[in-house]
């Protein structure tokens, strides 16, 4: 037909839509997915592939729960579903992020669903504190686009939770005001490619991040962080109310070029020492990266571990005592021990 062999049909598809046909498939099938070739073992390896699929089950099996747990107290609790404000759309996208305010001594859950159906995809967002009583409390609409076919988690950096949007804008919603606002955006946006989604949001010695993917072995790091002299805005962001980020810029701190097979690198924390920490979704595996020497070397090999992994994503997280049970959570339960 044409010179073109059937078994190459499927490259014709974009992987956006490949995503959207695997994310729906059981577990099982999508292990056998990736012996199929290797376009498709990369799609189910790549970073953003897990969350998609766990927030896909999520809506196919009508499950809107929010769990919180503390790993340290094997404490956990299973927050309220949502109240849906419409009735007219039973199937939702969500997304949520967790965050404390030291100012106030608060844990905040922020929920933000957007009904299918609507002909405007606009977002409800809903507010839980911890041990308050008072339940969700609704909080209004957001017209930021927060669901796209590639989700990430909401990332916690100075008291607020931060997403990308579909138009490659950063929201973040502050914690102790409940509001939302807008971020300026870092140089390397502008280099953005039309069929590529190359930045993912992180935290790094406490600062926010952008991570840029410029292939798949080499990222660049650039960092939020307060100007040395508070200076006058060039204008090119928008910020609610005037706050403190006018006063905050971005600069590239460093690079990373993987020098073994860990492609698609995504830095996780940094050391005492000057190094980075980084996993790979497609080497399953936790390296880190001298940025003196530009070299790397391989720490854990997640698939020694959990052979039967078909995707993985590393959180950086502090070890706290912090009980759900004291601070009001009354229906809260002890995670067992697998043992």
């Known amino acids: 037909m044409g010179g073109i062999k059937k078994k190459n049909y499927y490259f014709f598809l974009p992987e956006e839509i490949i995503m959207e046909i695997l994310s729906r498939l059981p577990v099982k099938s999508i292990l056998l997915c990736r012996l199929v070739c290797k376009t498709w073992r990369s799609l189910i390896y790549n970073p953003s592939f897990a969350h998609m699929h766990l927030l896909r089950r999520g809506l196919d099996d009508d499950h809107e729960f929010v769990y919180i747990c503390n790993p340290i107290t094997r404490e ?9 404000q419409s009735s ?20 905040k859950v922020v929920r933000i669903y957007y009904c299918r159906g609507k002909e405007s995809y606009v977002g409800r967002v809903q ?19 927060l669901i796209s076919y590639r989700p990430f988690p909401a990332i916690l950096a100075n008291g607020a939770l931060h997403w990308l949007d579909d138009e490659g804008k950063i929201v973040a919603f502050d914690l102790a005001d409940e509001e939302f606002l807008l971020l300026p955006s870092p140089p390397c946006f502008l280099l953005q490619k039309e069929d590529e989604y190359p930045f993912q949001l992180q935290v790094l010695g406490g600062w926010l991040c952008v991570v840029h993917c410029k292939n798949k072995v080499s990222v660049d790091v650039w960092l939020l962080k307060k100007k040395k002299k508070k200076k006058e805005t060039n204008g090119n962001y928008n910020i609610k109310g005037k706050k403190e980020y006018q006063f905050w810029s971005w600069i590239k701190e460093f690079d990373i070029d993987s020098d073994f097979k860990a492609r698609y690198p995504m830095p996780l924390s940094l050391t005492k020492h ?24 391989k720490l854990v090999d ?24 004291a601070l ?12």
Request: glycine share 8%; hydrophobic share 30%.
């Open 88 to 107: 007219n759309s039973s199937r939702m996208d969500i997304v949520c992020g967790f965050g404390y305010i030291p100012s106030t001594n608060e844990y």
């Open 127 to 145: 507010v839980y504190t911890l041990g308050n009583g008072t339940g969700w409390r609704d909080k209004g609409e957001i017209t930021y686009s």
């Open 274 to 297: 000057g190094e980075v920490l980084f996993y790979s979704h497609a080497a399953f595996s936790l390296s880190r990266y001298d940025l003196k020497t530009a070299t790397s070397e």
């Open 328 to 339: 009001g959570e009354e229906d809260t339960k002890i995670i067992e021990s697998a043992s």
């Open 302 to 325: 997640v698939k020694k571990y959990v052979p039967a992994c078909f995707s993985f994503q590393a959180i950086p997280h502090s070890n706290s005592f912090v009980s759900l049970k």
């Open 76 to 84: 956990c609790v299973n927050l309220p579903s949502v109240i849906k």
